[in-house]
């Protein structure tokens, strides 16, 4: 048989078997087009599980009306223009083929206006027609596509869909990724003319936990742990869900550049990390986020964008290891830390809620509450000294006289924050300022300073390599003991440095340079003692928070008098100010007469 060149509507329906398979496929092409456009609000409205319609509406930039029949032509695209574009790309799409194959299976409404237009223009193409009809449409700025009969012409490839119920929890389970991964998007979801999932933009991390609540549910939230590192050219965040918690329905969301993909590099590395802190069964539940530089991560390696490619794999895979690490064992070793204001999460505001979503809203209220009462046990359990029901400023310690009774170095209450980073506390019958930086600080040096669990050595799995002056190696050579001590395990070879083995309170640090600064600092002494080593390292660190919140002070003080004893029977004057009432009292008493 002869070799010939396919005709256009053949091509389509080839490349459409490859990108749509389900209706869940083309919302999920649908909608990451709307992202590329910039649309901050969308709404999404299925019918009878997509098969029978799909409209998305977004409000980005939209479509010129000269531009509309190229942009349902195959491999037409404004992402990408160069072989340089294509190896970076941080857009969603970049192919130009999801519109041109979508329409090659269904009846294609395409209505859209750009803000320099004054009319808006719908293009209109149907299955292997492929004509486009152009003709003037109201619309306001943005863009509507509207997919109708999906696989009406391919009969073969509907007869494989699943009921209607199924394609929707497709499509939904598509809708909650994107949620997850957009927090400053608001979406609209409906089936079949109701609303079931409204997801406002989450600006503040309270939001932002209030939609994870609700996408990920109470058992998550309630055992989720903040994870947050950043080294040369790559940053992780996110929550993982502690491996002693109780069994989690799998949640498992890892995106790259704001793309959610499956990875088996990223899997063995989530597991890996969880079996070196826990053996049990559970299955690892996490949503992570991984920013890198695009051009060190290949996504054009799979029809539907879900698999990528790393060009340094084995870097990626410890990067991510050392940072669930890094967060498994701080909460092995800390107190309870409830979620930043969670007492604030609930309940959520009350919206124009149809009568088609309450049972939705009811059972995330529920969810909530569930998941404050179990915070308050929780917390109520480690002493965490504040009552659920009440603001930060009403907060009261939790069995204040027991711990008065039980722990003679308590510090004192938490009033109240003063100018983001001071406590307000009751101190032996006084009111007094601390310092909340400076107690981090002095923590820290306590876990830094040996004998301490946390100066243990513990190897890395990819050695760091540094070159270093001859005076670094001679501090090396004086301060060998010294640094074995304090968890750094370093190994001279020639004019270069090979970092082994670092402790668990020191990896959180920018190694790269931590080390290179440790060792000019050392090469200024002939001597040091651990203690004072200690307190410069831990002047090193970036603080945790910026501007405190009641509760975090809570959690610091809690810490601080387990580690720093000695700190709180002699506070230094950087550490805490007593506030002289007396005048006031006097003025106050002189007034009263």
Not at 306 to 322: G, P, S
Not at 330 to 352: G, L, R, V, Y
Not at 439 to 460: V, Y
Not at 526 to 554: G, K, M, N, R, Y
Request: hydrophobic content about 40%.
């Amino acid at each position: 048989m002869p070799i010939k060149i396919l005709s256009r509507e053949l091509a389509n329906q080839i490349a459409a078997g490859e990108v749509v398979e389900r209706p869940s496929s083309v919302v999920k092409e649908l909608v990451e087009n709307s992202l590329d456009a910039g649309a901050t609000k969308m709404e999404i409205d299925i019918h009878r599980g997509g098969i029978e319609r799909i409209r998305i509406y977004d409000n980005g930039v939209g479509i010129s009306k000269d531009e509309l029949p190229l942009a349902l032509a195959r491999h037409a695209t404004n992402k990408i223009f160069s072989l340089e574009d294509l190896q970076s790309i941080l857009s969603m799409g970049f192919r130009g083929e999801a519109l041109a194959s979508i329409s090659s299976v269904s009846r294609l409404k395409l209505t859209s206006r750009t803000l320099e237009q004054k009319e808006a223009w719908q293009a209109y193409t149907e299955g292997r027609e492929m004509h486009v009809a152009i003709k003037p449409a109201s619309h306001p700025v943005g863009t509507t596509i509207e997919v109708l009969n999906l696989f009406y012409n391919t009969p073969a490839r509907r007869k494989f869909l699943r009921t209607e119920k199924t394609e929707w929890q497709h499509i939904d389970e598509v809708v909650r990724r994107l949620a997850l991964s957009r927090f400053d998007v608001a979406i609209d979801l409906s089936h079949n003319g109701k609303l079931l999932r409204q997801y406002g933009v989450a600006q503040s991390e309270l939001q932002k936990e209030r939609r994870l609540l609700r996408l990920c549910g109470a058992s998550f939230l309630q055992h989720a742990l903040t994870l947050s590192l950043e080294s040369t050219g790559l940053s992780v965040k996110g929550w993982i869900a502690d491996p002693h918690s109780p069994k989690i329905n799998d949640i498992q969301y890892f995106y790259i550049n704001r793309r959610i993909v499956r990875d088996r590099v990223v899997n063995h590395a989530v597991r890996q990390a969880y079996e070196t802190i826990s053996t049990g069964s559970n299955t690892p539940s996490y949503v992570l986020y991984l920013d890198m530089d695009p051009r060190q991560v290949d996504v054009n390696v799979h029809p539907a964008k879900q698999e990528v490619r790393f060009h340094q794999t084995r870097l990626v895979h410890d990067f991510i290891y050392q940072a669930i690490t890094t967060a498994l064992n701080h909460s092995t070793s800390s107190f309870f830390a409830p979620p930043a204001d969670i007492e604030k999460i609930a309940p959520i505001p009350k919206q124009n809620r149809s009568a088609a979503g309450s049972n939705h809203y009811a059972e995330s209220d529920r969810a909530l509450n569930k998941n404050r009462i179990l915070t308050k046990q929780a917390c109520e359990a480690s002493l965490s000294f504040y009552e659920a029901a009440q603001t930060e400023q009403e907060k009261t310690p939790f069995k204040k006289e027991i711990v008065r009774d039980e722990n003679p170095n308590y510090f004192g209450r938490v009033l109240s924050i003063f100018s983001s980073c001071y406590a307000l506390i009751e101190y032996r019958n006084n009111i007094a300022l601390l310092s909340l930086p400076e107690a981090e600080r002095l923590l820290k040096k306590a876990f830094l300073t040996p004998p301490s669990e946390r100066s243990r050595i513990q190897p890395m799995l990819i050695p760091l390599k540094f070159k270093l002056e001859k005076t670094e190696i001679m501090a090396w050579e004086r301060h060998q003991n010294l640094l074995t001590l304090m968890g750094v395990e370093l190994v001279i070879e020639k004019n270069s440095a090979l970092l082994r083995g670092i402790s668990l309170e020191l990896r959180t640090h920018n190694l790269q340079k931590l080390i290179p600064e440790l060792l000019a600092y050392l090469s200024k002494h002939e001597t040091l003692l651990p203690e004072h080593l200690a307190d410069w390292l831990a002047s090193q660190f970036d603080a945790l928070h910026h501007e405190w919140t009641v509760s975090q002070a809570i959690q610091l003080l809690t810490d601080f008098e387990r580690f720093c004893v000695e700190s709180i029977k002699d506070p230094s004057e950087k550490l805490l100010q007593l506030i002289d009432m007396q005048p006031a009292l006097a003025m106050l008493t002189h007034g009263k007469n």
